[in-house]
C-alpha cells in the first residue's frame, strides 16, 4: 500500500437472538450468527483483509461477531470497544474513525443497520467494483462486509472520498 492509501472494513453483527426479556444492548449471537461470523473470518483471511485497528460496539452480538473472526484466526493490533458505534449513527461512527491514528492502514468497524449501509454508500456514493456496488444496494444482511479503499489521512476520509471494493455476505 502507498504512504496514504487505507482500507476501511463496515461489519454489521452476525445473526442475533429475538428474545423476549432480553435487552437490544445484551441479544447474543445465534448458532448461524456464529457460523456466519466465522465464514467472515475465513473469507477475510482468504483475501488478506486482516485490520490493524477494530473499532467493535458495545453490543454483545457485535462483540462476539468479532470473538468468532478472532477466533478463526484474523488478528488485529488493537481492539477499542466503544459504545458509540451502537449509538452514534453514521456520522458518529464516522468521528471515531475520523480520530484513527494516522498510522493505522486498515480500520474494521463491526456494527449494526442502518449505520453500516448508510457510511458505506455515503463514503463510497457509487464508486467502485460495480458488482460490489450492486450488492451493496440490494442491502446490508446480518454478517455483511463491506471493504471500502480510501487514499488520505483518517481524520479526512468523507462523502465520495473511498471506492467500494468488495461486498461480502458471511454464511456458514
Not at 487505507?6 to 423476549?20: G, S, V
Not at 484466526?73 to 453514521?90: C, K, Q
Not at 483518517?154 to 468488495?166: I, N, P, Q, Y
Request: proline share 2%.
Amino acid at each position: 500500500m502507498s504512504d496514504d492509501a487505507r482500507l476501511l472494513m463496515l461489519l454489521r453483527h452476525a445473526k442475533a437472538e429475538h428474545t423476549i426479556g432480553v435487552g437490544d444492548h445484551e441479544r447474543r449471537l445465534i448458532a448461524r450468527g456464529r457460523r456466519d461470523a466465522a465464514e467472515v473470518g475465513a473469507w477475510l483471511l482468504a483475501h488478506k483483509l486482516e485490520p490493524e485497528l477494530v473499532i467493535c460496539s458495545t453490543a454483545t452480538r457485535t462483540r462476539q461477531t468479532w470473538d468468532a473472526i478472532d477466533h478463526v484466526g484474523v488478528a488485529a493490533t488493537e481492539v477499542e470497544y466503544a459504545r458509540g458505534v451502537y449509538s452514534a449513527g453514521a456520522a458518529g461512527v464516522l468521528n471515531l474513525i475520523h480520530e484513527a491514528d494516522p498510522a493505522v492502514r486498515s480500520i474494521l468497524v463491526v456494527g449494526h443497520e442502518p449505520t453500516m449501509s448508510i457510511l458505506a454508500e455515503r463514503l463510497s456514493e457509487g464508486r467502485g467494483d460495480t458488482e460490489a456496488l450492486a450488492e451493496l444496494a440490494a442491502g446490508f444482511p446480518t454478517s455483511g462486509i463491506a471493504v471500502l479503499r480510501y487514499a488520505g489521512q483518517w481524520a479526512d476520509v468523507d462523502a465520495g472520498g473511498a471506492s467500494l471494493e468488495h461486498f461480502f455476505v458471511g454464511r456458514g
